[in-house]
């Protein structure tokens, strides 16, 4: 089964500064997909990003990029010129090939990091 | 494009009852899923439909627990006897058809609490 970690429980930066959140994951496929989602406080589930394995070009969406190493299953996120609305719970998850055999066709998410953003 | 809409928003209910919650998809999503999210957890698959057609249980969907997509559009999500350990937020998720990495659009979810 696939799992996804992410090692930092909490993380604080100042505002207008760039902090880089790290996720790991364990996989025996070779075609997945990897997403960002944030979650603020009491508020929904929202899309950050988002990586197929087969793209070797890092996902960048404004202020927000990616770093994918696929050798190393490394999946960090890098938020640049950090903004308060930025402050939430920012979980990585996988999804891999529907008949692969690995599992469910939902996501596996982290357990998740929390960003404070210091004014 | 008004987003996934759940039902309730919260529910409090004794050890022992039965409770059931609802979940609307944006209208044009065919997928639709249902994840449980913990304290300090994130989000666990529970199940997943296409269509009215349910794909995939995962082994954290004990037999207490039923979900139905009877016509494809809305689904729900029966939990009888309800435990302590039911205590959670319940989130559902919907996405479009084809393309394998469309984002899963979540709804605000619906948080238990068994007294």
């Known amino acids: 089964a696939q799992t996804v970690t992410q090692s930092q429980p909490e993380m604080s930066v100042q505002e207008a500064e760039t902090v880089t959140l790290s996720c790991t994951y364990d996989?025996?496929?070779?075609?997945?997909?990897l997403f960002w989602y944030k979650q603020p406080p009491s508020r929904q589930m929202i899309l950050v990003i988002r990586?197929?394995?087969?793209?070797?070009q890092n996902a960048t969406e404004n202020r927000f990029s990616v770093n994918f190493q696929k050798a190393a299953k490394s999946f960090s996120l890098k938020i640049s010129d950090s903004q308060l609305g930025d402050a939430a719970m920012y979980f990585c998850?996988?999804?891999?090939?529907?008949?692969?055999?690995?599992?469910?066709?939902?996501?596996?998410f982290g357990k998740g990091t929390h960003l404070i953003i210091q004014p | 494009d008004t987003g996934v809409s759940q039902d309730p928003r919260h529910k409090i209910t004794k050890r022992g009852q039965n409770v059931t919650f609802r979940c609307d998809p944006i209208s044009e999503h065919n997928r639709l899923y249902w994840y449980r999210q913990t304290l300090g957890q994130g989000p666990e698959f529970l199940t997943y439909?296409?269509?009215?057609?349910?794909?995939?249980k995962s082994r954290l969907l004990s037999d207490r627990f039923s979900a139905e997509r009877p016509k494809g559009s809305f689904s729900t999500l029966e939990i009888q006897r309800t435990e302590q350990g039911d205590s959670a937020m319940y989130l559902c998720?919907?996405?479009?058809?084809?393309?394998?990495?469309?984002?899963?659009?979540f709804g605000d979810g619906t948080r238990l609490s068994i007294l």
């Open positions: 998850a996988y999804r891999g090939r529907r008949y692969s055999g690995g599992g469910a066709d939902g996501l596996t």
């Open positions: 996989t025996s496929e070779s075609d997945y997909y």
């Open positions: 990586q197929e394995a087969y793209k070797q």
């Open positions: 998720a919907s996405s479009a058809e084809g393309i394998r990495n469309q984002p899963q659009h």
């Open positions: 439909f296409q269509n009215e057609a349910q794909l995939e």
